[in-house]
């Protein structure tokens, strides 16, 4: 995070007081850490024009990927039939296969 100066690959202690948490760099691990990516989208019913509201509009699609492992949920209360596993790959270096959850 670009305010707080905490930097994905190091290690951190973390610690809880009242809610509150606070990250601590250790400064003696030295072996990096392999992070882990992951990426999320979520799809709703909305009116057009408008941004969803969270009273009446239904989530009706939760995609993630997590280090290149594609995962899409689905509810099946809003999109009528299922789908199938998929491979969406939007450049040669960035691709993956999609397990589908129709639910």
């Not at 400064?27 to 990096?32: C, G, T, V, Y």
């Not at 019913?45 to 939760?62: G, H, S, W």
């Not at 509810?75 to 009528?80: D, H, L, M, P, T």
């Amino acid at each position: 995070a670009i305010d707080t100066g905490t930097r994905c690959g190091l290690w951190y202690q973390v610690s809880t007081t009242s809610g509150a948490s606070t990250l601590t760099k250790r400064e003696d691990l030295i072996r990096w850490a392999t992070p882990t990516v992951c990426a999320f989208d979520i799809e709703t019913t909305k009116l057009p024009l408008r941004f969803p509201n969270a009273e009446y509009d239904q989530v009706f699609m939760i995609s993630y990927m997590i280090n290149g492992k594609g995962f899409l949920i689905v509810n099946r209360e809003v999109v009528s039939s299922d789908i199938d596993d998929f491979e969406y790959c939007p450049k040669k270096d960035f691709g993956g296969a999609f397990a589908i959850f129709n639910e």
